[in-house]
């Protein structure tokens, strides 16, 4: 398995499962919470075809950017001292900023790793590199 594949397979499981947790732990079950775990399937759809398109690397690059962009901002609102004075209970304010952080870490490592496969010439150089 090449490298690029393995790390947005690894990049999408960690997102699926994380917004699962965070939707099944959920006292308020939104469909609206589902969509992280969407993200995520899309992105393990893109791991099928990043090696041989690099369209689709440019893709996953992309939602991958984005994620991260919203994640890192739900982090920091969970941080905020305005979530803290908030009737939210300390134990909800900690698992969003675990599961937040957690999103947003795997997104600057796969983001990072994109970056790396994009300097180095592409999807496609990058396999016959490998």
Request: a positive charge.
């Amino acid at each position: 398995m090449k490298r690029i594949r393995w790390v947005n397979t690894v990049h999408a499981l960690v997102v699926i499962i994380t917004g699962l947790i965070n939707y099944f732990i959920s006292t308020h079950q939104t469909a609206s919470m589902l969509i992280i775990p969407a993200v995520g399937v899309a992105l393990l759809g893109y791991s099928f075809v990043l090696e041989r398109s690099k369209m689709a690397l440019h893709t996953a690059g992309a939602i991958t950017v984005l994620l991260a962009i919203f994640t890192a901002r739900f982090f920091m609102l969970a941080m905020s001292p305005e979530a803290q004075d908030t009737a939210l209970a300390e134990d909800v304010l900690t698992r969003r900023m675990i599961i937040y952080g957690i999103l947003t870490i795997s997104s600057f490592i796969a983001i990072l790793n994109y970056a790396l496969i994009f300097m180095r010439g592409g999807a496609k150089d990058s396999a016959r590199n490998h």
